[in-house]
Structures are given as structure tokens and as C-alpha cells.
């Protein structure tokens, strides 16, 4: 069993990879505030748990000894300081205050909006090593979902919390990490689910027509979820609640029952590449169009969204072709 057989793993994750573009430019901004939220904060936000779970998942075909894991964390630690070394120009000269806590900049944020996913992952993948040695995979789901239930009253369901002991500890954890999006409330969760998925082959005890039922009555909820917080309560974000759980389980269950001898690792380099690179990609093309005098684009916010997309796509195949030539520099980012 290895991930060729299951390509549409790695298709999903590339069709993911552009609703990330979609939470960070909000193409439908200008036009319905109704559509752009619901596009932006609902619609999209399956795609990093989907990220989380499906790596969950393969950490379970390969396996979770040390030399596995140890090989896991030294990629993904590498890739980190590749991408932060990229970034943190652009951190320190624009936009994020970089040099307010380094280290939880480093360890947990990122030092750009979207590098947090790679920390998360890391410690995710670390918890994952230690916790196996000791408990099961449905234990560890439990606890990373006890974790998660803390970390969505940082998120969305912040509004619920009492005035008291409760929201005064959470404001002060907030205050110093700024989010509670991270691998111990969030990342966790997906990657222990996945693991879960691997281990007990849930998938075969689920019919193809009930993955899809599920699914389509899950990502149902998460309007009905979010409508509802947004109706009785204020969300401090909107990357975690409840309904995304059962979503990214059928759809990964969904993605194991159409195995295949083509392989899709193509689309998991290119998903990979459009995530890490899109605001770099999007500040060239930016700047390109700009000296085109092609203002009438950049005004628009569908305009933006497009430049985004299509350079990702531009960049994430050069790079492929790149690495399949073994070009050691396309490897860094990869």
C-alpha cells in the first residue's frame, strides 16, 4: 500500500491548495459580502485539515518508527527554514512584527500568515511519534480532539466563553500566541485521524454511497454551524469548528475508495508548491502587471485572485519540471 494507489489524495489536495488562495484574497470581496464570506470562511476551510489528515493517514502506511519519523521532521524542518528564509524579507519590510516574540514567531506562527502549517505539522508529527509508543490510535484521536474542543473557544466559538477565570486565561494565551490554530488544538487532531484511517481501515467497513452521503451532510453543516455562531455569538477567527472533522474524514474515506495504478505525485508536489509559494508568486505577478500599467486587474478583486492563481499554477509546473530533472534547487522547495 503506498500513495500511488491513491491518487486522488494528491488531485484533492491540489484542488485545496486554490481554496487556500481564496481564504487569503477573497476573490468574491467586491461583489456579494454574503458569497465572499461564505466562500472564504466556509467553503475553503476544509483545505489545511485536509492537508493534516491525509499526511496522518500516510504516516501510517510508512510507518511511525524512528527512523521514519526522524526522516519526516528533518524534511519538513528543512523546508521550513527554506520557506522562512524567502519570507522574512517581506515579514520584516511590510507587514508582520517579526521581532515581537521570535521565538513564538519560529515555533508556532511562522514568519508569514501560512508557514504556521509546517510547525504544526512538525509537532503534530513529534506528538505522534511519542504518543504511539504508548496508546492507541483511537486514544490518541480522543485526546487530540479533547485539545481541539479547548482550542475552538480561541477560534470561533470564543464568543461562548464566560466572563470569568475561563476567558481571562484564554485572552492571556491569546495575547502571547495570537491564535490557538496551531498543532496541539488544531493540527493534531487531523494528522491522529488520519493515522486513525490507516490503521483500522475504516474506509472498507464504509459503502462508497454512504462516504458521499456523509460528505455532502457534513460540509452541509458547517454553514449551518457557522451561521449559527455567526447569528448568536462573535467568532474571534473562523479556522476551527466542528462540522470540518466529519467533512475531511468522508472526504479522505472518499479519496481511498477509488484507488488507482496511476500515481499522483505530481499533484502533490505542485499542491505543495502552489501553498508555500503563492504570496511570493502573487507579489511578483503583482508587480509585473503594475509596470504592464494593468491597474484595471489589480483593482479587482477577482483580478487579484486570478494573477494568484495562475502564477502558482506557472510556478508549481516549472518547479515540477525542474525537480524532474534533478535539479537540486527545486528539491529545497519540495
Known amino acids: 500500500m503506498n500513495n500511488k494507489h491513491y491518487p486522488w489524495i494528491d488531485r484533492i489536495k491540489y484542488l485545496v491548495s486554490f481554496l487556500v488562495l481564496v481564504i487569503h484574497f477573497r476573490p468574491l470581496s467586491d461583489y456579494n459580502p454574503i458569497i465572499d464570506f461564505s466562500s472564504a470562511q466556509i467553503v475553503s476551510?476544509?483545505?489545511?485539515?485536509?492537508?493534516?489528515?491525509?499526511?496522518?493517514?500516510?504516516?501510517?502506511?510508512?510507518?511511525l518508527s524512528k527512523e521514519n519519523a526522524n526522516k519526516s521532521i528533518k524534511k519538513n524542518f528543512k523546508l521550513y527554514l527554506v520557506w522562512t528564509v524567502l519570507y522574512l524579507p517581506i515579514s520584516v519590510l511590510f507587514f508582520m512584527p517579526v521581532f515581537g516574540n521570535i521565538i513564538v514567531n519560529f515555533t508556532?506562527?511562522?514568519?508569514?500568515?501560512?508557514?504556521?502549517?509546517?510547525?504544526?505539522?512538525?509537532?503534530?508529527?513529534?506528538?505522534?511519534?511519542?504518543?504511539?509508543?504508548?496508546?492507541?490510535?483511537?486514544?490518541?484521536?480522543?485526546?487530540?480532539?479533547?485539545?481541539?474542543?479547548?482550542?475552538?473557544?480561541?477560534?470561533?466559538?470564543?464568543?461562548?466563553?464566560?466572563?470569568?477565570?475561563?476567558?481571562?486565561?484564554?485572552?492571556?494565551?491569546?495575547?502571547?500566541?495570537?491564535?490557538?490554530?496551531?498543532?496541539?488544538?488544531?493540527?493534531?487532531?487531523?494528522?491522529a485521524l488520519g493515522y486513525l484511517i490507516q490503521k483500522t481501515q475504516i474506509q472498507d467497513r464504509i459503502r462508497v454511497k454512504y462516504a458521499w452521503i456523509g460528505f455532502i451532510l457534513s460540509y452541509s453543516l458547517m454553514f449551518v454551524e457557522m451561521g449559527l455562531l455567526m447569528t448568536y455569538t462573535e467568532p474571534f477567527e473562523y479556522n476551527m469548528y466542528f462540522s470540518m472533522i466529519p467533512t475531511t474524514f468522508f472526504l479522505l474515506v472518499?479519496?481511498?475508495?477509488?484507488?488507482?495504478?496511476?500515481?499522483?505525485?505530481?499533484?502533490?508536489?505542485?499542491?505543495?508548491?502552489?501553498?508555500?509559494?503563492?504570496?511570493?508568486?502573487?507579489?511578483?505577478?503583482?508587480?509585473?502587471?503594475?509596470?504592464?500599467?494593468?491597474?484595471?486587474?489589480?483593482?479587482?478583486?477577482?483580478?487579484?485572485?486570478?494573477?494568484?492563481?495562475?502564477?502558482?499554477?506557472?510556478?508549481?509546473?516549472?518547479?515540477?519540471?525542474?525537480?524532474?530533472?534533478?535539479?537540486?534547487?527545486?528539491?529545497?522547495?519540495?
Open 108 to 191: 508556532v506562527l511562522g514568519f508569514y500568515y501560512h508557514l504556521w502549517f509546517i510547525p504544526a505539522l512538525l509537532f503534530s508529527l513529534v506528538a505522534m511519534y511519542f504518543l504511539n509508543k504508548y496508546l492507541k490510535p483511537l486514544t490518541i484521536t480522543i485526546i487530540s480532539f479533547i485539545f481541539f474542543c479547548v482550542g475552538v473557544f480561541g477560534d470561533a466559538y470564543y464568543g461562548l466563553l464566560p466572563k470569568g477565570i475561563l476567558l481571562d486565561l484564554m485572552n492571556q494565551f491569546l495575547q502571547i500566541f495570537r491564535t490557538t490554530r496551531n498543532g496541539l488544538f488544531f493540527g493534531l487532531l487531523f494528522v
Open 254 to 334: 472518499l479519496c481511498l475508495h477509488y484507488p488507482s495504478e496511476t500515481s499522483g505525485q505530481d499533484y502533490r508536489i505542485k499542491s505543495g508548491v502552489i501553498y508555500f509559494s503563492h504570496f511570493l508568486v502573487y507579489y511578483f505577478m503583482y508587480g509585473l502587471f503594475s509596470l504592464l500599467n494593468l491597474n484595471f486587474i489589480l483593482s479587482s478583486s477577482i483580478g487579484r485572485y486570478s494573477i494568484a492563481v495562475i502564477g502558482s499554477i506557472l510556478f508549481s509546473n516549472y518547479v515540477l519540471s525542474q525537480k524532474k530533472k534533478n535539479k537540486k534547487w527545486a528539491s529545497y522547495l519540495i
Open 45 to 63: 476551510r476544509i483545505a489545511v485539515p485536509f492537508f493534516f489528515i491525509s499526511s496522518g493517514y500516510f504516516l501510517g502506511v510508512n510507518g
